[in-house]
Every structure is written in C-alpha cells, then in structure tokens.
C-alpha cells in the first residue's frame, strides 16, 4: 500500500479543519507547513490530533544546528509526529533534527530534490543523489522527491534502498499519480484536494493508491 498524505496549506485554520476531518477517512497522514501554521500557531496540532492520524511538520528546516535542534523541539514538543529538514546545510544540521525527531519517537525527513521546475537549477548534478547519502548516514528515515521527475524517484531509490520515500508534486504541479505511487511510499497531495470543491471526494477519489 502506498500512503497518501494530505497537504494542508490552508491559512485559514477553521477551514483547514474542516478540510481535514473532511479528508480523514481516506488519507494516512497530515503535511502541515507554514502558510497554516504562521496564522495559526503550533496548537493548530491541538485541532487535529483528533483525527488520530500522524502529523508532519514541513518547515524544511535549515540552519545551524543549534536552530535546527531548537525548532525540532518545538516541533515535537507541540505533538507533531515527523519533521521534514534541508540537509543541504551540512550533515551535522541535518542530525541535528534527526536526533531531536528520535529522541521524541518520531521521524525526520530530508529533502533530497524538490518538485518545483526550479529545483532542476540546485538539485540536479549529483547534489541530489549527495543529499539522500547524506540522509542515510544522518540516519534520517527517509527522504522527499520529486512526483514531477519519476526518474529521479528511481535514481534516488538506488541510494536509499528501503528507506521511506515521500513524494511531492502530484496534480496541480502535473505529476501522475498512479505512475509515482509505485515507485514511492508516500505520495503527498495538496492543492488538487484542499482547492476542491469537495475534498472530501477528491481524496476519496486520490485514496485508489491505498488498495
């Protein structure tokens, strides 16, 4: 089964809620960024721990590792079950937030290439393939890569091995679903479902990748 995780960048926090619990049923996970917790705190948690499902904070942590360390334990300290961090700032940052993440039972997540067409300027060669190694060697557990580029997944997967997989970039950014969700273990979807008019079906109906 390949997971699906809900993105939930909606700065609104009534109706990212009600986005949520909407979605629930058919989703495995929650990505949650900045544009909703800036307006809306860390105790946005509070709203959805609820839903009993896990929690990733996405604030593509990258500093020094003393502000890494800081931020994760904030983040694990609000209830957040995962953290996603840049590992391009070094491999002692990097674990940083993986210590932390470990520490408090949870998980971190490095950013091995992103989805967007600009990635394609800093991300590609070999940069990529450096930050998942590094990713192994923090002992992170696992990385995020690019729905819009399949054959970087698969390059990356070499280096990884086992190692979770999350993947950005399916939908409104054009990456397919059906062609990533086989190569990944999580495929992350945002705005094709939250823009909606029912998001509810149109997770239900993105949920196909769950069977």
Do not use: W
Request: net charge negative.
């Amino acid at each position: 089964m390949t997971e699906l995780i809900l993105s939930l960048d909606v700065p609104d926090r009534k109706r990212a809620v009600g986005i949520a619990e909407s979605c629930a049923p058919f989703i495995d996970a929650i990505k949650v960024g900045y544009p909703l917790v800036l307006p809306a705190g860390l105790a946005i948690v509070e709203d959805l721990a609820a839903l009993g499902l896990p929690l990733i904070a996405d604030f593509k942590v990258a500093d020094i590792p003393n502000t890494n360390r800081l931020i994760c334990e904030a983040v694990f300290s609000a209830g957040f079950d995962a953290v996603i961090a840049h590992g391009f700032v070094g491999a002692d940052a990097a674990r940083a937030c993986v210590e932390v993440a470990h520490n408090h039972d949870g998980a971190a997540y490095i950013v091995a290439e992103m989805s967007h067409p600009g990635a394609a300027e800093f991300f590609h060669g070999g940069v990529a393939e450096r930050l998942a190694a590094l990713a192994v060697a923090c002992r992170a557990d696992g990385i995020i890569a690019p729905a819009t580029r399949p054959d970087r997944i698969s390059r990356l997967r070499e280096i990884v091995g086992e190692k979770t997989i999350y993947s950005p970039g399916v939908g409104a950014q054009g990456g397919d679903l059906d062609t990533v969700a086989r190569l990944v273990d999580g495929v992350i979807v945002g705005r094709s479902i939250y823009e909606a008019e029912n998001p509810g079906a149109e997770a239900e109906r993105f949920s196909r990748i769950r069977r």
